[in-house]
């Protein structure tokens, strides 16, 4: 049985629908990614999906728990981490994570023994004494994250966990997620593709507010339709214009599209999306024209090439 079930969800502001009959379920134990333009709905689906905000339309079950009909249930089963951690920079994390603790309702020596474990979890229990304002971003994200995770909620929700980090704290949140992630389900809400790409099993992607992609990152990643060619192809010494041989590329056997991309030294280069391995009809085509071929190459598609397909009009 699911343990999140999003059910033809609508959520309206005056006459603005920012979500517009979203359907999903996530099963126990999985990591997925969810995806979006600015606007495009993820932040609404994640402020319902923990109760902050009622549904115009359509339901939301957390662990069978409806979230208009069960909202303290539905929250007990929860750790959220919105965007910008709500934190209190004048307390110690030791008291923070103890105002939280009796918050989520846990007796003073069960918060004491969860203390100790978030602290150990998300690497704290140094700086249990020291001022939160005094800590650095990084930080106040293990902070963020250990009062999602205080109350052992066996699902957790982030938004935009590693905003504003540098490369250095993205690897250290990244795999802290990874970690915590391995016993509980997680939805993960971020800009960074590259974040989700390696972070979760499953991506969601929400559009204008429709979710218009669920797959497994892998499958998404590699693409559900043939393979991609770097053809790079002298420039200088064709007689053919970038448009021209563009043209050309697109009439083979097997290619279905063609972008031109950035030249690299004195170069044309393009990237072809193909329905199987053109890189033989690429070859003799290059040799019957006469064209010099510098580069004939796979690619691994990237899911920032298939989020841009899904989201950008006139590209899908």
């Known amino acids: 049985m699911p343990v999140i079930e999003v059910d033809a969800l609508r959520r309206s502001y005056g006459s603005f629908e920012a979500l517009r009959g979203v359907s999903f379920a996530v099963e126990k134990g999985e990591i997925v990614g969810l995806l979006g333009p600015n606007g495009a709905g993820k932040s609404t689906t994640m402020k319902v999906l923990t109760g902050y905000l009622a549904p115009t339309g359509g339901s939301a079950r957390i662990c069978g728990h409806d979230v208009l009909a069960a909202p303290l249930e539905v929250r007990a089963c929860l750790g959220y981490l919105p965007e910008g951690a709500p934190l209190y920079g004048e307390m110690q994390v030791r008291d923070y ?28 229990r140094e700086r249990l004494s020291q001022r939160i ?27 935009e966990p590693t905003t504003g980090l540098d490369p250095n704290q993205i690897v250290e949140i990244r795999s802290l997620i990874r970690e915590v992630g391995a016993t509980r389900t997680v939805i993960l809400s971020t800009h ?67 972008h031109p991309t950035a030249p690299a030294d004195t170069a044309h280069r393009f990237q072809l999306q193909t329905d199987g391995d053109a890189r033989a009809e690429v070859s003799a085509w290059a040799a019957r024209r006469g064209h010099v071929l510098l580069e004939l190459a796979t690619s691994r598609s990237s899911l920032e090439e298939a989020f841009r397909r899904l989201t950008t009009p006139g590209d899908a």
């Open 97 to 124: 994570l103890a105002f939280v603790g009796e918050v989520r309702g846990l007796a003073p020596s069960t918060c004491a023994r969860a203390i100790e474990r978030v602290a150990e979890q998300c690497g704290l």
């Open 133 to 159: 304002g005094t800590l650095s971003r990084g930080y106040r994200q293990r902070v963020g994250l250990a009062q999602a995770l205080v109350h052992s909620p066996p699902i957790l929700i982030l938004d």
């Open 192 to 258: 960074i593709l590259s974040e989700v790409q390696v972070t979760c099993d499953r991506v969601l992607v929400i559009h204008e507010g429709r979710l218009v992609a669920d797959e497994r990152t892998e499958r998404m990643v590699a693409g559900n339709d043939g393979r991609r060619l770097v053809v790079g192809l002298g420039q200088g010494k064709v007689r053919a214009t970038a448009a021209q041989l563009a043209t050309e590329l697109s009439e083979l056997p097997g290619v279905l599209e063609v």
